[in-house]
């Protein structure tokens, strides 16, 4: 079993920067994939970035150039880095981990249906 713990949200004005982070104890595995994925009231969870035991990884066009995924194994911990904050990006934000299997797709193909662990999720709100 994985436990993922996220935190780092919050409200912030757009142009406005956030940093989540997830406590992800995954690394059990030898191979995984881990993932930050969002969803906005009335919309599909949809994935926003990956990243696996090689360190590939995959951004949603909408947030490219914008956010960074990154992890630290030493702490065990998934980060993302936002910046340029638009009110589209407001949505409840998850990160998300399947044990034993890199992250072969593009996020924008995978659902939540292929991830096995969940976080409880952290609101991010953009406005002004």
């Known amino acids: 079993q994985v436990q993922l713990v996220e935190s780092g949200g919050g409200s912030v004005q757009p142009g406005g920067s956030l940093r989540l982070s997830c406590a992800a104890a995954?690394?059990?595995?030898?191979?995984?994939?881990l993932a930050w994925f969002r969803q906005a009231p009335g919309k599909e969870r949809e994935g926003v970035a990956t990243?696996?035991?090689?360190?590939?990884?995959s951004y949603a066009d909408s947030v490219k150039g914008r956010f960074t995924i990154s992890k630290d194994n030493a702490k065990n911990t998934l980060y993302l880095e936002m910046n340029s904050l638009k009110p589209e990006d407001t949505a409840m934000y998850y990160c998300?981990?399947?044990?034993?299997?890199?992250?072969?797709?593009?996020?924008?193909?995978?659902?939540?249906?292929?991830?096995?662990?969940w976080g409880q999720g952290t609101q991010v709100t953009v406005s002004s």
């Open positions: 995954v690394y059990t595995y030898v191979t995984y994939c």
């Open positions: 990243i696996d035991s090689d360190g590939r990884i």
């Open positions: 998300a981990a399947r044990g034993g299997l890199r992250c072969s797709r593009p996020v924008g193909e995978y659902t939540k249906n292929d991830f096995h662990f």
